[in-house]
């Protein structure tokens, strides 16, 4: 989007944005502009002809970078606007959120009323709407967009609405809008929300299928809620029914490495600590390490080596002797290397944590700090 003369928001300007709005709204015209002079703003192919940029797909670009930082709704132009048409548009679309409407009927009343007032422009269909579009700006007490009062008629929007509620539940634990125990309490009283809003003869056999208990999941792991997140995404690999992905597996795999740490916490503050206690824990975040490494092993990508790389870091403070400690560590830096190392080296989460293993790593056992045992893990 051309914001000054010579000066762009791009997705990469979005992605380092702190706070996370729930709605976004570009309306300017052609936010994937590149120059005023049209002759400028022609792409060359290869049989020499020239044609307009995708407007449409760099409007595309920055919504759905905004929704993939948790933005719930988002409303860009794809083409250039009218300026009368537009602000008819706005002015819609802001009165029906105000007056309760959903996001799918703001945007439907507001392209109806721009078609109507502005029928030589084809501004009404410029708008690119994505995200929920059950959310609305005044949500209601069970903490969903939708309304409580009616039940659902199809399984895909208790999933909808139970991936909305953990994306809610992340950013307001990066924002650190709300302590940990009523964020919750909050949380499980939505969930326990939204499952009566399954329709009463086919509410068991809806929570038994994979997606649904996959997005409890979630849910439940968002809101910190580890052993009902675990529960619900073991229950998802194992249903008869429905599909859940991947990622399930590899979150149920990094919630069962924090609820250990979280237990070798407790143990640590106790006046004795036991050994043997601390042990099991563990034990229990070696054998969720092998999991993990299975999948790696059979396709590694860096959301596997960093989620690896956390689980070596919780396992090096749990160990309880220094040799324990120390290889846990040189595996936690191996892991963040061949992630940097995927990332063709400009990663600065890999970088930092690796740099983290090998300070660590010297303080943990004097001998790797002779000789040139870094090149080890290039």
């Not at 309490?185 to 809806?206: M, N």
């Not at 809620?225 to 073991?234: C, D, G, R, T």
């Not at 590899?250 to 237990?263: G, H, M, P, T």
């Amino acid at each position: 989007m051309v914001i000054g003369d010579g000066v762009f928001l791009t997705p990469g300007d979005v992605e380092q944005m702190r706070c996370v709005p729930e709605l976004v709204f570009i309306n300017c015209c052609h936010p994937g502009k590149m120059s005023t002079d049209a002759a400028n703003s022609v792409v060359p192919a290869v049989d020499g002809t020239r044609k307009l940029p995708p407007f449409a797909t760099l409007a595309a670009n920055l919504g759905a970078q905004f929704i993939r930082m948790g933005v719930r709704a988002v409303v860009c132009a794809g083409w250039a606007v009218n300026d009368d048409a537009a602000a008819n548009f706005a002015q819609v679309f802001y009165a029906q959120l105000l007056g309760g409407c959903s996001f799918r009927d703001a945007v439907k009343a507001a392209r109806r009323s721009t078609w109507v007032h502005h029928r030589s422009s084809n501004t009404w269909g410029a708008y690119q709407c994505y995200g929920d579009p059950s959310w609305r700006l005044s949500r209601n007490a069970a903490g969903s967009s939708g309304s409580a009062a009616d039940d659902y008629v199809a399984v895909t929007e208790l999933v909808a609405d139970l991936t909305n509620l953990a994306e809610s539940a992340r950013v307001e634990s990066m924002q650190g809008g709300m302590a940990a125990d009523p964020l919750r309490k909050r949380q499980q009283r939505a969930i326990d929300a939204l499952k009566q809003r399954a329709p009463a003869p086919v509410r068991e056999s809806w929570l038994a299928r994979a997606e649904v208990a996959e997005a409890l999941g979630f849910a439940y792991g968002e809101a910190l809620m580890l052993p009902e997140a675990i529960e619900a995404l073991e229950g998802a690999l194992v249903a008869h029914s429905g599909q859940c992905r991947i990622r399930a597996a590899e979150q149920s795999a990094n919630f069962k490495v924090r609820q250990a740490a979280e237990e070798a916490t407790l143990l640590r503050q106790q006046p004795a600590p036991d050994p043997q206690a601390l042990a099991a824990v563990a034990t229990r975040i070696e054998a969720t390490i092998a999991e993990l490494d299975t999948l790696n092993r059979r396709a590694s990508t860096p959301e596997r080596l960093y989620l690896l790389g956390s689980a070596s870091k919780r396992l090096a403070w749990v160990s309880g002797n220094r040799s324990d400690r120390a290889a846990a560590l040189l595996r936690m830096a191996r892991y963040y290397r061949l992630a940097l190392d995927m990332k063709g080296g400009d990663d600065v989460y890999a970088m930092a944590n690796w740099a983290l293993a090998l300070l660590l790593l010297e303080r943990a056992d004097p001998a790797y700090a002779r000789g040139d045992w870094h090149a080890e893990l290039m």
